[in-house]
């Protein structure tokens, strides 16, 4: 019996390495973002009024991205995962992914300042 439990801990050990834990939606209030830079056909990096920058990379890549700019419409005062965008020339609709905030930018003397 005292076997039992030792496999039943090791599994649950095991189980929890494999199945990541959920991490809580970001969303980001569209009257804090100061800009948004397109990266490439996947990544969007939304620069704050503060300096701090959140990066999105979307589950696929969207088409023309890159050179057309986009729009989103909320239904409230904030962007949030998993949220469609659309691209402003071709009106693809593409998906945001999840939102992860960057980590300040490091100057050179080793001060950090906020990402911006």
């Known amino acids: 019996m005292r076997m039992i439990g030792k496999f039943v801990t090791l599994l649950a050990i095991a189980w929890g390495s494999i199945v990541p ?3 809580a939606q970001i969303c980001l209030p569209t009257y804090y973002i100061a800009r948004t830079k397109v990266v490439d056909t996947k990544t969007i990096d939304f620069r704050m009024n503060d300096g701090t920058a959140y990066r999105n990379v979307l589950p696929g890549a969207c088409s023309g ?5 986009f729009v989103y419409v909320t ?6 995962d998993m949220q469609s965008i659309r691209v402003l020339r071709t009106h693809q609709v593409c998906m945001l992914g999840a939102f992860s905030r960057l980590p300040p930018v490091q100057v ?6 906020p990402n911006g």
């Open 21 to 23: 834990a959920t991490a």
């Open 65 to 69: 991205l890159e050179f057309d700019g």
């Open 75 to 80: 239904r409230g005062t904030e962007i949030c």
């Open 108 to 113: 050179e003397g080793g001060h950090s300042q």
